[in-house]
């Protein structure tokens, strides 16, 4: 695109354009970078162009067009911010700062770039969304050139536009931009998927294409005939779409009936229901496909009917229907609401909340509440993907303000959208009047009553009854809160403890030594570590001491309580009959310290358990069979037992090495590892751990949620 080219083309949307600004700028890119070249072979200067020349489609403001021409000079040039500022004003610069530090952040190393590019990149632009408009079209030419790159670069780059940048496009609705950078992903991601799909649909369109256009013709004769004047036309899904239709629905590409849809486009809100009716009366609809995204727009501001009717020849036929304007913002997203408006050209927000529009960053500020909530790093991406992927529901607090939420979600993720302290203090759930489990998904149109109350203690397990990002944050930042002063009291009790085996009293030593050797800030934190296992009570004393040896005899290696005659050494009380076999029950693999009942069943003698474990409710109708059971002083001072971990990892190269390192250097002994799930991105796996007593296992289960590879550990509870 040449300099009047672009002018023109700016100036055909925007006639109050300034023409002295674009031309400067378009000089300004092609003189900085000079003799650069791209991969290709190309002079570097004709990329900005391209990427300039993409947003003019979208009919962007002056000042984002000169910041496109200009994003990358600060990055490859000997040009700063301030001669930006200087020569183009301070909206320019700020805006071409911050696609600067995009780009910079993608220079890092791999194991910190994705986390801390993603993190700042929404940060960034959550505050300006030309910054993402930029950064979009920027990697959109990138990606439609990428086969001039390195393979090994191209896979990485691929990768990282399907999970990242695709996703934030569609957040603020801008699907055509989105749908190829699928595309163009998927090619270098997956190619011979893409191509068998390719050829089954070039097989579809030889079969079916007249069949399309005839279905078309037919629904526009209807609607006229009605009175209602509308634009019909039929429609492929691309194949990444299918694709991932195929790995969601585990289905085959024959059982897909929504290959081909029909797009209607009429004139007006009304219209649309009108022709709604007319279609539902000529041909019979199918139930539970029918969304009314008009009344309750999703968070991008995408608008329109949907249904599928069974129509001519029995074909099963998707069909969306809106007004003009809507399909231009289900195409555009926020660019489509820049216009010109009061003798100046720019976002008309007043325009956009007319036609039932929200704010297009809606998404991305919750996505930077995930970031104030989370734990940073990888923890943090995969909350992130969770708010961007998932497809979406429409429910209603009990005054009727709209709560959209994605489709799976429970009261937990419902409270948490409402306000982070209505869901700190749920305790239940109303859906449409009645009482309801609080896994209960939501579903379109529900009325959700959250019931409150004093819950100073969120159970860890509450993050498994919800799906979005948003709330697992938020339930993890107050478990870890909550955690902090339990195990400030396991740490002192610790130190107390390895103090006393040199013969001092812990009041009369002063921690500050260990507190700057180990370059901890506070003593409370030293305890906490201490506590939560990553740090040994040992090394302070030898920090504090190093000139002591512990007093006392020599330690003793401790027996394993296992099931089998030696069993009645460990429990004691009610239904331990001479003759009754004992077992530890392998659901819960209860430990000493832990609070244990028992179970008689005849065939099996009496099975110990932990007082919270699952497998009790089975048996919660018949209190013949169960003994209130204690653990004995040899149990809890000369034994060790196992107990069962069940945690989520990153399935990365290193991962269970970390792992084994951890619960080693708690001082726990891994006794087997069961696989029980494995996904691309993460595996399930039970871990039996030799330990000494439930505070032991609290211990190593902090260490490991401490490590950013781990998503989730808990005790096995049947």
Sequence with gaps: MRQFELVDAVKAYDP???????????????KMHGS????????????????????????????????ALLHDVVEDTSATRDDIAAMFGEEVAGLVEGVTKLSRLELQAEHTRQAENLRKFILAISKDVRVLLVKLADRLHNMRTLEFVKPEKRERISRETLEVYAPLGRSIGIHRIATELEELAFEHLNPTARTAIERRLEALRLEHGRAVQGVAREVQTVLEEAGIKARVFGREKTPYSIWRKLQRKALGFSALSDIYGFRVLVESEDDCYRAL?????????????????????????????????????????????????????????????????????????????????????LTLRHLVQVIEHGEGGEDWVEHAKLEMYLDQVFV?????????????????????????????????????????????????GDVVEIIRGAKPDIPSDWRSLTVTGRARSAIRRHIRLSEREE??????????QALARVDKVAKDVSLKPALETLAIELEEDLFEQIGRGQVQAGKVVGVLFPKLKASGPEPVEKKRIESGSDARLYVRGGGL??????????????????????????????????????????????????????????????????TRLVATMRNAPGVLGQVATVIGEAGGNILNLNMTHRQQDFFDMEIDV???????????????????????VERARG
């Design 16 to 30: 109050t354009a300034d023409e002295g600004l674009l031309n400067r700028a378009y000089v300004y890119a092609m």
């Design 36 to 67: 650069q070249l791209r991969a290709s072979g190309d002079p570097y200067f004709a990329h900005p162009i391209q990427v300039a020349g993409i947003l003019t489609d979208y009919r962007l403001d002056t000042a984002t067009i000169v910041t």
């Design 277 to 361: 009716g007319v279609i539902h009366r000529a041909w019979p609809m199918v139930p539970e496909r029918f969304k009314d995204l008009i009344s309750t727009p999703k968070s991008n501001n995408y608008r329109s009917l949907h249904t599928t009717v069974v129509g001519p020849s029995g074909l099963r036929i998707e069909m969306q229907i809106r007004t003009e304007t809507m399909d231009r913002v289900a195409e555009e997203g926020v660019a489509a609401h820049w216009r010109y408006k009061n003798k100046s050209y720019g976002f008309d927000r007043e325009a956009m909340e007319e036609g039932g529009g929200r704010d297009p960053l």
């Design 396 to 444: 209603f607090t009990p005054k009727g303000s709209l709560i959209t939420l994605p489709r799976g979600a429970m009261a937990l993720d419902f409270a948490y959208a409402v306000h982070t302290e209505v869901g700190d203090s749920a305790v239940g759930v109303k859906i449409n009047g009645e009482l309801k489990p609080m896994r209960t998904p939501m579903q379109n």
């Design 487 to 496: 195990f400030q009291k396991l740490g002192r009790a610790a130190l107390d």
């Design 577 to 642: 009959r001479p003759g009754v076999s004992i077992h530890f029950g392998a659901c819960c693999s209860p430990v000493p310290g832990d609070r244990i009942v028992g179970i008689i069943e005849p065939d099996k003698g009496l099975t110990v358990h932990t007082i919270d474990c699952n497998t009790l409710a089975d048996f919660a109708d018949d209190d013949s069979v169960w003994a209130d059971l204690q653990w004995t002083p040899q149990a809890e001072q000369d034994a060790v037992a196992s």
């Design 690 to 712: 030799e330990v000494a007593d439930a505070r032991h296992a609290t211990q190593i289960i902090a260490a490991l949620r401490a490590n950013p590879s781990v998503d989730t």
